[in-house]
């Protein structure tokens, strides 16, 4: 029967992979998050953000795959380790703050708004009423079709004895 023992050096090992990692999450999620602001109003101001993103996710999947290759098996508590992690956090704070602060200061536009809201209700009105005018076309033509036929006989006018 085979036993795992837990001991500081597999500890140490996991937090080698962990920090990375959890860089390397946070900056896809930067990443993601920029992507999809750049198809919201605002979106040319997320283009600078997302090619930071992009850089910032190459750079920790970088430094994912270089531990991975070189088996690094002891860690120390330096801020040089940590700081991937931090930057990757701080970054994408920033942009979860941004969002919000360009939401605030960006107004949307209430009169296109408003246009497009009431050329859909028009649009949608429309629709609605051209149904039922054609239900009722189709009414009258069905009760024209299937009317019995009541042919008009002009009067007969009997000739008049003399």
Request: hydrophobic share 45%.
């Amino acid at each position: 029967m085979k036993t795992c023992y837990h001991t500081e050096e597999a500890e140490e090992r996991v937090i080698v992979y962990i920090i990375p990692i959890t860089a390397l999450l946070l900056s896809f999620m930067a990443l993601l998050a920029s992507m999809r602001f750049i198809f919201s109003r605002q979106g040319l101001y997320w283009i600078f953000p997302a090619i930071i993103s992009l850089l910032l996710f190459f750079q920790n999947l970088d430094t994912l795959l270089m531990l991975g290759a070189e088996g690094i098996t002891e860690f120390s508590y330096t801020f040089r380790n940590f700081s991937p992690f931090i930057l990757a956090f701080l970054w994408y704070m920033m942009i979860v703050v941004f969002h919000y602060a360009l939401k605030k200061t960006i107004p949307e536009n209430k009169f296109a708004s408003d246009a497009r809201k009431n050329r859909a209700e028009a649009d949608y009105l429309m629709k609605v009423e051209m149904r039922q005018a054609k239900h009722i076309r189709n009414k009258k033509k069905e009760e024209n079709e299937n009317s019995s036929y009541v042919p008009a006989v002009p009067e007969y006018r009997m000739p008049e004895d003399d």
